[in-house]
């Protein structure tokens, strides 16, 4: 992956720490998104229209965390169904991201493809209402 790209990507990481709002980077050409979310518990990447990038993103995001993630997923967008959203999440603070896990856990559309021993702990400990939808 090119030098400024990984740069972007790494600001743009930064940035949504530090403000804790939400940072997009948009590719008008293809019309993709990359957004980052982050919070004290959580950090979350999700990414639209270009899953050839995946990988790349997660290794860019591990390297710089020092972590890989913890969990990833995808599923079809709510907004607007006509395309897929990759979501790669580190949990920072097992104890922050209960809620989050249960919640993304009680919505049958997730297509899970990896989970770390750590969201499998948060998994197991947690209260999930497959009702709630």
């Not at 980052?36 to 959580?42: L, N, Q």
């Amino acid at each position: 992956m090119e030098k400024e790209f990984r740069s972007v990507v790494i600001d743009a990481l930064t940035e949504a720490l530090e403000r804790k709002l939400p940072v997009t980077i948009k590719n008008s050409a293809n019309r993709s998104i990359i957004a980052f979310t982050a919070t004290e518990g959580k950090i979350i990447m999700s990414l639209s229209r270009m899953p050839n990038m995946l990988d790349d993103l997660i290794h860019i995001l591990s390297d710089a965390l020092g972590a890989g993630p913890d969990l990833v997923y995808n599923r079809i967008s709510m907004i607007k169904e006509d395309f897929i959203i990759y979501y790669v999440v580190w949990i920072r603070d097992k104890e922050e991201s209960k809620y989050f896990i249960e919640q993304e856990f009680a919505m049958p559309q997730n297509h899970i493809t990896f989970m770390s021993p750590k969201t499998i702990s948060l998994i197991k400990d947690a209260t999930i209402d497959l009702n709630a939808n």
